[in-house]
């Protein structure tokens, strides 16, 4: 059974850093990407970031481009987001999901974890 689950959500202020995890199981590792998505109250899910786990190849929402980092420990089986210089409209529930490849509507997903950002 795969199993997702994230930590490292809280409160911060702007500007701030919070680095999720994602710790992942039941599925091979290496051969899924792990993806980060967010969903602020009233709006729909978007994705903020992918990494794919056998090359490393990541993928980033142009909204947190140069502020949010993705690193896989393939070892621990688990991928981590770092977000710097956090903003009011970084404030959501962050997920993180497993798929083959990196897809909006990617298969398996975590539980969530809050973050919120204030200003």
């Known amino acids: 059974e795969v199993q997702l689950v994230e930590s490292g959500g809280g409160l911060v202020q702007a500007g701030g850093s919070l680095r999720l995890s994602c710790a992942a199981s039941?599925?091979?590792?290496?051969?899924?990407?792990i993806g980060w998505f967010r969903q602020a109250p009233g709006k729909e899910r978007e994705g903020v970031s992918c990494?794919?786990?056998?090359?490393?190849?990541?993928y980033y929402a142009d909204s947190v481009k140069g502020r949010f980092t993705i690193s896989s420990d393939n070892a621990k089986n688990t991928v981590y987001l770092q977000m710097n210089s956090l903003k009011p409209e970084d404030t959501a529930v962050y997920y993180c999901?497993?798929?083959?490849?990196?897809?909006?509507?990617?298969?398996?997903w975590g539980q969530g974890t809050q973050v919120t950002v204030s200003s």
């Open positions: 999901a497993a798929d083959v490849v990196c897809v909006a509507g990617m298969r398996s």
């Open positions: 990494i794919s786990s056998s090359d490393g190849s990541t």
């Open positions: 039941g599925f091979t590792f290496d051969d899924y990407a």
